[in-house]
């Protein structure tokens, strides 16, 4: 443990503000298992004062704001965040284990998101309806007031720079809760937001535990809207907190991923993103591809060829850069390893598994990617996401079968298809029940602009593109007579 860990508090009103209760809590470096840093322990008084400061703002000065110019903050923003992207990829590798250059990508998407928002800031309009002669309706577009961001330990830039930057450009003002195990970079980047002139308690950022400060977000009355990004349990906890005070709700909350591989299919192409759509962040990614159905006649052949690629993976300290850093913490480590056992114990094959560099501290969260082929529909390990570099594989003989397969577990965030048949790559774009469908490609590169939500166990909602606006606004009918 070092002997003067880095000390972050809560940033309110455009201040670092220590915890109402004097508490802090740990911050563990992933790769090393070591304490290097302090965060506030926030309670419901901090949340109570952050949602009065962002409460105000709105009704002041940030409220007052024409949308041109929370475009003209945002897009400042952005270049301050990619001005400082160096030093925030450091700050998120070091807390969260990912590897520097994935850490580097997600500051320059936080800019992005930022850059994107503050172009549709004054883009968001209202229609005039036609009705009745005498009578001119219009609809208004308005922010919800105040609204509150769950954010979880994934992709914390990402997710913060998605949520916040729609709302902020739609003209709430922010509460944020950041998961306990990744809040640096997001209170750099609201120092940040304050030095190029972003009104005080327009964003407020308030750290802690989940089920206090989380829950206190959620359930404060204060609180106009609730954007939520983690687990389907606590997904519902948080909706449930925010229907006690009629409070609406986005809810992200990942999902089982299939991607789908005919024997057309261009295997060159699909080959690398297969993979990495399991590897990238070690698998703690609500959109991994998690699970691949590949049609039986070039099922051999495409497994032989995954568990090549699988048993050159390394896992090492983010500072290394290899193909995959750490998990986040013990707790997701050993919800991985519960998995793992559960699959030995069903007579799994297991068809390859990367390797763990021997440089890893032991101490360390390290799980090398594994290769699962033949998983039982039946099985956890194709219905439940494990949330780690754990890749479920599966034949299929025909369209029907693969479309049951793909559509059969509770999820329904992301599903990709691999075919050169035109009429195919429509049918499944319209019967993949998800909220996103790839063909010939997965994930299309993170697409700041492209709406991203799901259907069923995986949530409701969209956030990103514009679409997610329009969830941060609520929508005014105005009917004048006039004869
Ligand atoms: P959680 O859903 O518990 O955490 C997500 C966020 O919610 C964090 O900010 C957390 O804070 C906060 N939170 C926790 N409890 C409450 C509460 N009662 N009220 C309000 N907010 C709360 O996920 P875990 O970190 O426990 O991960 C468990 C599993 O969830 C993973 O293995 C994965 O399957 C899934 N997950 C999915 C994500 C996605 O992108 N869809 C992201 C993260 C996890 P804190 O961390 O401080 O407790």
Redesign the pocket.
């Known amino acids: 443990m070092l002997h003067n860990p880095m000390r972050f508090a809560h940033f309110i009103d455009n201040e670092t503000v220590p915890a109402d209760g004097g508490e802090s809590l740990p911050v563990v470096d992933p790769s090393t298992g070591a304490v290097f840093a302090q965060i506030a322990r926030g309670t419901a008084g901090d949340i109570d004062r952050a949602v009065a400061a962002a409460r105000a703002a709105y009704r002041g000065p940030w409220g007052r704001l024409s949308a041109t110019e929370r475009g003209r903050l945002l897009r400042r923003w952005a270049d301050a965040v990619e001005a400082h992207a160096d030093e925030l990829a450091q700050l998120e590798s070091q807390d969260t284990g990912k590897p520097l250059k994935q850490a580097r990508a997600d500051a320059i998407a936080l800019a992005r998101y930022f850059e994107f928002y503050a172009g549709a800031a004054d883009k968001l309009h209202g229609q005039t309806i036609p009705y009745q002669d005498g009578y001119t309706v219009l609809t208004i577009r308005e922010p919800h007031g105040v609204t509150g961001h ?6 914390p830039m990402q ?1 913060f720079g998605r949520s916040v930057g729609a709302a902020l450009a739609a003209g709430n003002a922010c509460v944020v ?6 809040c640096l970079s997001l209170l750099r980047a609201a120092s940040l937001a304050a030095s190029v002139g972003l009104p005080a308690g327009a964003l407020n950022i308030v750290t ?4 206090e ?3 206190a ?2 359930e404060h009355p204060g609180i106009d809207h609730i954007s ?8 519902k ?2 909706a449930i ?1 925010a229907a006690q005070h009629h409070c609406p709700v986005t809810l ?4 089982k991923s299939p991607q789908l591989v005919f024997a057309d299919a261009d295997v060159d192409a699909a080959l690398p993103v297969l993979v990495n759509a399991i590897i990238q962040n070690c698998g ?3 959109s991994a591809g998690s699970r691949v159905l590949v049609e039986r006649a070039i099922y051999e052949p495409l497994l032989d060829r995954l568990a090549e690629r699988f048993a050159a993976l390394r896992a090492g300290p983010a500072s290394m850069d290899l193909d995959l850093g750490p998990l ?1 913490n013990r ?2 480590q050993q ?1 991985v390893w519960d998995f793992l056992s559960d699959a030995q114990a069903g007579g799994v094959p297991l068809m390859a598994q990367g390797e763990i560099v021997e440089d890893a501290p032991a101490e360390g969260f390290y799980q090398a990617p594994v290769l699962l082929r033949d998983v039982p529909a039946s099985h956890r390990l194709w219905q439940d ?4 570099p754990v890749l479920a594989v599966q034949v299929f003989d025909d369209e029907d079968e693969a479309l049951a397969l793909a559509n059969g577990t509770a999820y329904g ?1 992301v599903a990709g298809v691999w075919t050169r048949d035109g009429g195919r790559q429509m049918r499944f774009a319209r019967r993949l029940h998800s909220g996103q469908v790839f063909v010939n490609n997965y994930g299309a590169g993170g697409g700041v602009e492209l709406p991203f939500g799901g259907v069923k166990a995986s ?1 409701y909602g969209r956030e990103k593109g514009f679409e997610a606006l329009y969830g941060f606004t609520t929508l005014k009918t105005v009917a004048i007579r006039h004869g």
């Not at 769950?150 to 992709?155: A, D, E, G, M, T």
């Not at 996401?385 to 780690?388: L, R, S, T």
């Open positions: 769950i954010v979880p330990w994934n992709y997710i809760k950041p998961a306990e195990d990744a802690g535990l989940g089920p400060a989380g829950q977000l959620a939520f990004t983690g687990s389907t349990e606590t997904g906890r948080v907190a992200e909350l990942g999902g703690q990614t609500c986040v707790k997701q919800r996401e494990v949330f780690g965030l949530g």
